[in-house]
């Protein structure tokens, strides 16, 4: 039996055979369901030409593919419009095949295929890193701090959904809000998210000359918290037929959200890893900059691979890589120059094989998307943060945060501060 990596290098075989025959569709749907097993979608109108090329395309799969195949007689289906066929998921084109896609049925909404464009408005900032314990949520607690201090109105919202916390390093126990994130996501279901909408936002009172805005994971009381956040997720069907993913009642959320608050910036702390929450917030929010958090070692650099392959495979790479910004977490006070070069080296490494242009013979890099290693404006030149023993947990974070004075952000969160309040200072005021 062949393996979920051999399905789809074995029907790119079996069609490489037929692809004068496929040229006369207008399109064609490689459909891989939830257990990995293929068929084949065409359009109606062609039926009648193309049942019996069709049907001997089923023969082969269901000989190569065996269990990963439908049975013949179940292995074509038509529909009168691909939007149709696909019915909501995510696509990609079938390497060189132009008329053909590959559509996944996942049992999640996120595949971190559909990236949604920048929003127009205040520009949405995600703290993301493949793994854990990388200081993320600190930097941003520092960030929003430092955003307004410099008069900036900050609207934070804690969507670690699974490990929440953010809000204890910006408010007291006492300020925190009634309801958070995923109360609204779970009264939404219902229709009943207006309930929870104006009291799930907190003013820090480190706000200093701008505000800071905090929108929790959850309220201060947390009450059945696990058995909410297992139908967080959940899409909603109306009675009309409308149906809204779970990324999408969340970007609802933040316009809603951005329409009370009418922040200057949004900054939004993401789940770490690849999954289905991280997904949404990397590619769904229409970000306008992804910080990519990362320390040196295999588990940084084999996972952002992974992800960069995959959205390069799925053909949506040119869409987020210029969104991204790496940031070199946690980096030491003792060789500190050696580490940060050794991150380079690494981020180089990784931006120039699977996200950057290739430059052809006789043209240079100015005509392309590409940077030299020593760019300090590229977006694998990392963004150091220093690691500070003040700053090396969220506990007790919020007494540090009244004390601290600008100079030691500005010594240990410099380059962040100053690339995030790059993107307020460059928006239109009379936007």
């Known amino acids: 039996m062949i393996t979920f990596d051999e399905i789809l290098p074995k029907v790119s075989q079996i069609l490489e055979g037929y692809k004068t025959e496929l040229k006369d569709l ?4 490689i459909n891989r369901d939830l257990n990995g097993r293929v068929r084949l979608i065409a359009p109606l109108a062609a039926k009648p030409k193309a049942e019996r090329m069709l049907n001997d395309v089923a023969i082969e799969m269901k000989k190569y593919l065996d269990s990963r195949a439908y049975s013949v007689e179940n292995a074509v289906l038509y529909e009168e419009s691909c939007d149709t066929a696909c019915k909501g998921a995510s696509f990609f084109p079938l390497e060189d095949f132009d008329n053909i896609r590959v559509v996944d049925r996942l049992p999640t909404a996120g595949d971190w295929t559909s990236i949604e464009p920048e929003t127009l408005d205040a520009p949405i900032v995600v703290f993301f890193s493949i793994k854990g314990g990388v200081g993320r949520s600190t930097a941003l607690a520092v960030t929003a701090l430092s955003l307004a201090q410099s008069g900036k109105k900050v609207l934070v919202l804690d969507l670690d959904l699974e490990s929440p916390g953010l809000s204890s ?36 009172d480190l706000s200093r000359d701008g505000e800071i805005f905090v929108v929790p994971a959850h309220g201060r009381e947390p009450g059945e918290y696990v058995l909410k956040l297992g139908r967080a997720w959940m899409p909603v069907i109306k009675e009309n037929g409308e149906y809204r ?7 609802c959320l933040i316009d809603k959200l951005k329409e009370r608050q009418h922040p200057d910036i949004l900054l939004v702390d993401a789940r770490a890893g690849i999954d289905d929450l991280a997904s949404t917030c990397v590619t769904d929010l229409g970000a306008k900059q992804v910080l990519l958090f990362a320390l ?15 959205w390069r495979k799925v053909s949506v790479a040119e869409k987020i890589r210029e969104r991204l910004q790496l940031v070199g977490a946690m980096t030491p006070e003792t060789e500190r120059d050696e580490y940060l070069s050794r991150i380079r080296e690494a981020s180089y490494d990784l931006f120039s094989s699977e ?3 290739e430059i052809p013979p006789g043209e240079t890099i100015d005509e392309h998307w590409n940077f030299e290693e020593s760019d300090e404006t ?7 943060i220093r ?21 030691e952000i500005k010594l240990i969160f410099g ?6 309040r790059s993107l307020v200072e460059e928006r239109d005021p009379n936007e």
Do not use: C
């Open 355 to 357: 996200l950057y242009d």
């Open 415 to 420: 380059p962040l501060i100053r690339g995030l």
């Open 245 to 251: 993913t779970w990324s999408q009642r969340l970007r």
């Open 378 to 384: 590229a977006p694998h030149t990392p963004w150091p």
């Open 387 to 407: 690691w500070n023993r003040g700053f090396a947990t969220l506990r007790s974070l919020q007494g540090r945060l009244i004390e601290i004075d600008k100079d």
């Open 169 to 204: 390093a910006l408010l007291p126990e006492d300020r925190r809000p009634e309801y958070g994130i995923v109360d609204w996501l779970v009264e939404d279901l219902v229709e009943n998210s207006d309930t929870v909408l104006d009291k799930m936002t907190a003013k820090s």
């Open 26 to 29: 207008d399109w064609l749907l």
């Open 296 to 310: 040196d070692g295999d588990q940084t650099w084999s996972g952002y691979r992974i992800l960069f392959q995959h």
